[in-house]
């Protein structure tokens, strides 16, 4: 797999995601996906998306930064969004928050078989407290 290629890949797969169209994630997603080393499985993974979306309606994903090394791709994604109540264990409710996601994807057979992400949660909190 070549770098322009996994990154043309990765690009549509977070328009797939940023557009709701879940059941293109089979297109991007494997069967047997794992993220941080727990086995999801796309229905899982699915299940995982579709929850967030559901507690953070305008949920949008903007790649700040993109590096491909075949298999992988690295990627800082940035969010600002309104959660609606709790995230990531945090009293939100509502307030509009800014933050980034370091995720590092494995590709095979040009689908991401793993997945390993650390979300800034300390922005977060930063931005919370009153």
Not at 22 to 30: E, M
Not at 48 to 68: Q, T, Y
Not at 90 to 113: C, D, H, M, P, W
Request: a negative charge; charged letters at 25%; glycine letters at 4%.
């Amino acid at each position: 797999m070549e770098s322009d290629n996994i990154a043309d890949i990765y690009r549509e797969y977070i328009a797939c995601l940023n557009n709701r169209d879940w059941d293109r994630l089979t297109a991007f997603v494997a069967d047997d996906v794992t993220r941080n080393g727990k086995l999801l499985r796309l229905s899982g993974y699915r299940d995982m998306l579709e929850r967030d979306v559901s507690e953070i309606p305008d949920l949008r994903f903007h790649i700040l930064l993109m590096v491909c090394e075949p298999p992988f791709v690295a990627s800082r994604l940035g969010f600002d969004c309104t959660p609606k109540g709790s995230f990531l264990g945090l009293t939100v409710n509502g307030r509009r928050v800014s933050f980034t996601e370091n995720v590092i994807y494995e590709f095979q057979n040009a689908k991401i078989q793993h997945v390993w992400s650390v979300v800034d949660k300390a922005a977060i909190e930063a931005q919370i407290k009153v």
